[in-house]
């Protein structure tokens, strides 16, 4: 994984964002964080649970997320593109001025904001056949 943090400083502005590059995240609860300003570039994250978190002015590119899931989050002037998603579920997720183009959505659960945000983007979504066992078998296994 590579992470860098870059600053830029003129006379009159200065700017600083982050750079993650290959960052490989399994079986994780990220939890009310915010992310701002931060290009996020060939990272692979499976199984991953983004709850309650704030995408601001975020660059995603070329990153694949598989069974992942994204409730309450806020996508905010954030881009995402040639990104790969995959059995992915979307809830309650808002968007504001953020755009999709490039990326595949297979299988995957979207709120209605997302599906009118990927129709304009040459966006590709396929759904096939769900199968919930998985899902039932995680709830069970949580109540135990």
């Known amino acids: 994984m590579f992470t860098q943090t870059i600053e830029k400083t003129q006379l009159e502005s200065s700017e600083s ?7 490989q995240l399994a079986s994780v609860v990220i939890s ?69 183009t490039n990326s595949s959505y297979e299988d995957c659960d979207l709120g209605p904001k997302q599906v009118t945000l990927l129709q304009t983007g040459r966006n590709r979504l396929q759904s096939g056949p769900r199968d919930y066992t998985t899902d039932i078998y995680i709830e069970l296994a949580m109540a135990c």
Do not use: M, P
């Not at 964002?17 to 960052?23: A, N, P, R």
């Not at 694949?64 to 979307?90: A, P």
């Open 32 to 100: 009310s964080q915010i992310l701002a300003g931060s290009r996020i570039l060939l990272s692979t994250y499976r199984q991953v649970v983004f709850s309650d978190c704030v995408f601001y002015a975020c660059d995603f590119q070329g990153v694949s997320f598989e069974n992942c899931v994204f409730e309450n989050c806020s996508f905010e002037f954030s881009h995402i593109k040639k990104c790969n998603f995959k059995n992915c579920n979307f809830t309650d997720c808002n968007w504001v001025a953020s755009s999709s």
């Open 17 to 23: 964002y982050q750079l993650i590059k290959d960052e």
